[in-house]
């Protein structure tokens, strides 16, 4: 079992779980008794009988910040084949989103998710947008049937962690 779990990673890249900074974590319009820890956090997202339910509409906006800074290479997100997301908008360095303004910004990618994808199938991203990542703003526009809730059961990203130690010099390269 151990093997199937790790082939699904994509080479060179790691599970980025251990570089959310939790304490900052948000989403707009979660259902109280299907949040957004069910999907995200390990442990919890790989319950098949727990997931990230919609309230008041299809529209979910989830904020996860970093503990460092990432590279972001790709991400999962599993869902029910009518409830499942279906076009999803990823913003980087983009803090307070709210829906009322979600649309005054560029998204750093859109993907049209499809049957196939929401069945854990990774989604690589548009890596160069992807490359000094402080925090992830997930924006799920829709669900697959048109419903007025969607379900997500697990949200996975991947990439590696980026050397800050080299940061400071490039910082001082742009200045100038």
């Known amino acids: 079992m151990e093997s199937v ?11 980025l779980v251990d570089f959310v900074d939790w304490s900052g974590v948000e989403c707009l319009n979660q259902s109280t ?4 820890i069910n999907a995200v956090k390990q442990g919890y997202r790989d319950d098949d009988g727990l997931h990230l339910e919609s309230d008041a509409d299809e529209q979910l906006l989830i904020y996860i910040p970093f503990a ?8 999962v997100i599993k869902g029910p084949e009518e409830e499942g997301p279906k076009m ?20 750093s990618d859109s ?5 196939e994808n929401l069945k854990g199938k990774a989604v690589n991203l548009k890596y ?7 925090s992830l703003t997930i924006f799920i526009e ?35």
């Open 5 to 15: 779990a790790a082939s699904a990673i994509p080479r060179g890249q790691v599970d």
């Open 142 to 176: 829709d669900n697959q049937g048109g419903n007025d809730i969607s379900k997500v059961q697990k949200i996975v990203l991947y990439g590696t962690t980026v050397d800050t130690t080299n940061m400071k010099d490039l910082k001082k390269i742009e200045e100038h």
């Open 128 to 134: 160069v947008k992807f490359q000094s990542v402080r």
């Open 68 to 75: 460092q800074v990432i590279k972001l290479h790709s991400i």
């Open 88 to 107: 999803v908008k990823l913003f980087t360095n983009k803090e307070h989103m709210g829906f009322s303004n979600v649309s005054d910004y560029p998204p």
């Open 33 to 36: 008794s299907h949040s957004l």
């Open 111 to 115: 993907i049209a998710f499809t049957p």
